[in-house]
């Protein structure tokens, strides 16, 4: 089946711009979250979805970036007035969750990504 | 102190040999543990998860998990080219965020 698919798979933006990253977890996934890689560095927490509600916000850098999920499906992470700092590779991961005891079925599948480079 | 901590590296070995890739975590609430591998320029890809003590083996890879030391390894037997890359250990509590470590960049040589 379709693994998690994010797009644009690359951003070039000028500095002050708005840009929205788009994933689309895989079907009938209900947790989805979101991760920054900057060159060279680990994964970056940023955000938390199950279904359409985001129980943990706490890795959103600033309030310049917001993100939000419809129908337990699509999410968009949203990045307002962009800054050089924020260039980095966005991540999307999705998970099927809930009941219990099935082992494995909070592993976290990773989307392609999209890199963002803001000049 | 970093939640997840693992050695930059590059840990390099050659063809054939096990390598032997480790991390360490503070939090002992976390109860999963997972590898995920990440060729340059791409996204990571899960190896295995664990979440007992002991070790868990599939085909080459064997996760080895002590949660008295706060220890987590991965052994990749007869290691091969295409293993090159880099080694992300991840832990988590629950339904929560994966913590992520840095990475250990591994160099399998011909």
């Known amino acids: 089946g379709a693994g998690v698919s994010q797009s644009p798979s690359n951003k070039v933006t000028e500095k002050g711009k708005d840009v929205e990253l788009r994933c689309d977890p895989i079907s009938g996934h209900t947790a989805l979250y979101w991760y920054r890689q900057s060159l060279g560095q680990g994964l970056e927490f940023l955000i938390y979805f199950q279904g359409n509600s985001a129980p943990d916000k706490s890795g959103l850098p600033s309030d310049r970036f917001s993100a939000e999920r419809t129908g337990g499906s699509v999410s968009t992470l949203t990045i307002q007035r962009t800054q050089q700092e924020d260039s980095a590779v966005y991540l999307c991961?999705?998970?099927?969750?809930?009941?219990?005891?099935?082992?494995?079925?909070?592993?976290?599948?990773f989307g392609p990504g999209t890199r963002l480079l803001v000049l | 102190q970093k939640e997840v901590e693992q050695n930059s590296g590059p840990l390099s070995v050659p063809e054939g040999a096990i390598a032997s890739l480790n991390c360490t975590y503070s939090?002992?609430?976390?109860?999963?543990f997972f590898w995920y591998r990440q060729y340059s320029g791409k996204s990571p890809e899960l190896i295995m998860f664990i979440y007992s003590n002991g070790d868990k083996e599939d085909g080459r890879f064997t996760a080895q998990l002590n949660k008295a030391s706060q220890y987590v390894s991965l052994l990749i037997r007869d290691s091969q080219p295409s293993d090159s890359a880099t080694y992300l250990c991840a832990g988590r509590r629950g339904f929560q965020k994966l913590v992520f470590g840095t990475g250990t960049r591994l160099l399998v040589s011909p």
């Open positions: 939090d002992r609430g976390s109860q999963s």
């Open positions: 991961a999705s998970s099927l969750e809930g009941g219990e005891g099935r082992a494995g079925m909070e592993t976290q599948y």
